[in-house]
Each structure stands twice: as C-alpha cells, then as structure tokens.
C-alpha cells in the first residue's frame, strides 16, 4: 500500500462531510406513510351519496379528458385498474401477452440484469415462491428493459430464472417507463386472475401471503 | 467487511418491523448522513444522492422484515444504497468503468508519491475531479471497503477489469495532485 492509500483509509470518516437536512426525512416518511392504503369506509346518508356521485362524475370526467391528452402518460396505475396489455417477444423470438395469462395470478416484474436488487428479488425471494405455486395458477412475467441481448439473455440463464422473460431491448427509452409509470428498478404489479391490479410492488411475503391466500394450494 | 452492531440497534430494527415511527426516524438518524456521502461520492452530485438515499431508505423499510440476520444490518443497508446508487448512475447514463484512458504523457516516478504530504483537502478535492467510473472503484475499495470481487460483483465487471481500473484511477488522481 503507497502513502496515497495509506493518507485515504486514514480519512476514511473525514470522506462523509454532506448532510441531509430536515427535508430528507420528511419526504422519506411521507412516502411511507403514502404506502399504506387503509381506505375507511363511512356510512353516508343519502345527500352525501348525491354529492359523491357528482364529485365523483366530475372527476372522472376530467380525468379521462386528461388521458386523451396524454396517451402514453399513466400517471399512477391504481389498484382495481385494468393493467393494459402488453405483447413482447421472449429471448426465443415469440410473442407473449399478458392477456395470455388470463386465469392465473401474474407478476409482472419489470428489470435488467444490471440491476443487481432486481437480480437479488429474483433469487431469494420470487424463485422459491415461483417453484412452489407455478403449477397451482401463478406466474411471473418479466419485463426487462435490457439493451444488449447477450447480457440479459445470461442473467437469466445463470440464475435460472425459468418464468416468462420478455423484453423490447430498447434500455432506457423503452415505452415501458412511461406506459407503467415505472420509476425505478425493480418495480412489480401483481395482477389478479382478470388481470386487474391488486398490489404494486410486492414484496416476498405479501406476495406469499397473497398466493396462499387466493391459490388453494396445500403442501 | 467487519461491522459490529450494538445491541440497542437490534432492538430498534425490530421496532421498525413493528411499524414503530419514533424507530425509524432513529434508525434513519445513524445512518443516513453516512449514506449519502456513499451515494455522492459515486455520482458526484447531492440532489441524485438524496434522490438515492430516499429510494434506499423506503427500500430498507420495506425488506427490513426479511433480513434474517439483525448483526449484519450495516453491511445490508450499505449494499442497498451502493446498489440503488449503481442504477441511479446507469439511468443518468454516467459511465462505470472508464474505457478510453489515455495513457499519461510521463510516468510518475514510484518514489514520487513518497515524498509527496499529501493534504486532505487536496486529495478530497482531487477525488471529486476523478472520472466517475475511477471514482466509483476508488471510494468502494479505499472508503467504503469493499474488496475486488465485491467491487467486481456490484459493477458487474470481472475482477481483473476492477483491479486495472482501480490501479489506473490511483495513478490519475496523483497526476491531479501532482498539477495542482
């Protein structure tokens, strides 16, 4: 070790000298707080069901106005939507929908095998969910947004990773972004038997839990 | 990597798996300064830093139910925000690994750096000026101990790519000091 190496490890602690501000925090737990969805159910009387209708027709009407805008922006895909579909080809060359996937509880995990928390989830956590429930109506649809073929082609093979893998190989400006309002790496929708959206990014035990609960399936 | 954890930390992580706020904020408080200057140092710029620690802490919220060993937290949360600082870098399109080093013009004699009393805030300064991608291995190897295979693994280049670029990164950085 020469004296440069020596005079850095020495000044390890001298290395952090940015601070976060109040800001950070606040930001950090209103996100938290934003990831709990506990809607209250109030009994209303009759003029408020009135009102909620109008407020609720209004709203819509604006909203959908504001889609026709923008067609490609889906600004925050809700649970209950409908997850518009998608057909992209496998490393094979074939085309796989999602709306292939009807009757089952898809996945729909979207990565890159740069990503390395993307290729950890996939490891630990979503293959062994996978192994056990793929033949009791569960499946995972992998959306990758690789550039390079070779390099998604062997994440995938050296993790061996054997669900649905899928991707339009155009990187960072693939629609996908925007069309599923996908911000970072890894992101996931976990779609019900209709192919409507029950969660956004699961993790592994909601996602267990949401398949022991909704897949009859005993050991 | 060695990280110790006291007893004390166990207990608020497992508040914060209980859902405890007041656990959080403590939990945030010990580390998130130290994590930002994880993510600065490789990105080089303090608004896609916080950018990052923001990601990273809702990240370590989220999984924090599914570490199964408390001890090794520091290393966890450290690997997280490296990783989710990795991925911020690749969607702003910096580049890792440099590819088109020009060799320099003279050789720094080996003996040079000896004598040279290197002043932190020069060095610091230096650093800064780095490239990103001989930034990156830099800090990984020297600040934030990681080793080769680490470095190799996180960058997802091979080891022997890291080792060059970390050994063409040092003699960059003494040319930055030897100019000023």
């Known amino acids: 070790m020469d004296n440069l190496e020596k005079h850095i ?59 026709e805008k923008t067609p490609d922006l889906m600004v925050g895909l809700e649970e209950q939507m409908h997850f518009p579909d998608i057909a992209l080809k496998n490393p094979n060359g074939d085309e796989i929908s999602v709306s292939d996937l009807k009757g089952k509880i898809v996945l729909v995990d979207f990565w890159a095998s740069y990503c390395m928390m993307c290729t950890e989830d996939h490891c630990y956590y979503f293959k062994p969910i996978y192994n056990d429930y793929k033949d009791h109506g569960f499946e995972i649809y992998s959306i990758s947004v690789d550039e390079n073929v070779k390099n998604w082609r062997q994440a995938i093979e050296k993790d061996s990773l054997n669900w649905i893998h899928v991707s339009d190989l155009m990187g960072q400006e693939s629609p996908v972004f925007s069309k599923y309002a996908v911000e970072n790496l890894p992101t996931n929708y976990l779609l019900n038997e209709e192919g409507k959206i029950i969660a956004r990014n699961v993790d592994a035990s909601d996602l267990e839990e949401t398949l022991s609960t909704l897949l009859a399936y005993k050991e | 990597m060695e990280h110790t954890i006291t007893v004390s930390e166990i207990d608020i992580i497992n508040q914060c798996i209980a859902g405890d706020q007041q656990a959080q904020y403590q939990l945030y408080a010990r580390y998130a300064d ?75 004699d080996p003996d040079d750096s000896e004598q040279i009393d290197f002043k932190f805030n020069q060095v610091k300064k230096a650093l800064m000026e780095l490239p990103n991608g001989y930034r990156t291995v830099l800090t990984l190897y020297l600040i934030d101990g990681f080793d080769h295979e680490e470095i190799a693994q996180i960058l997802n280049i091979s080891k022997s790519t890291s080792l060059t670029q970390y050994s063409r990164g040092k003699r960059r950085l003494k040319e930055i000091l030897s100019e000023t």
């Open chain 1, 9 to 67: 490890k020495n000044h390890r602690d001298d290395f952090n000298y940015i601070e976060t501000d109040a800001k950070d925090w606040e930001t950090i737990q209103q996100q938290l707080a934003d990831k709990k969805p506990t809607p209250k159910v109030v009994p209303m009387n009759w003029w408020k069901s009135i009102a909620a209708v109008f407020v609720l027709g209004l709203s819509c009407y604006f909203f959908f106005n504001k889609v």
């Open chain 2, 34 to 108: 130290a994590m930002l200057n994880v993510a600065y140092r490789i990105l080089g710029n303090r608004e896609d830093a916080k950018d990052v620690l923001q990601e990273s802490f809702l990240k370590v919220f989220r999984e924090l139910k599914n570490l199964k060993n408390k001890q090794g937290f520091a290393a966890w949360i450290k690997r997280i925000v490296v990783n989710t600082t990795i991925n911020q870098a690749k969607k702003k399109g910096l580049k890792l690994v440099e590819l088109d080093y020009q060799e320099p013009k003279w050789e720094l």
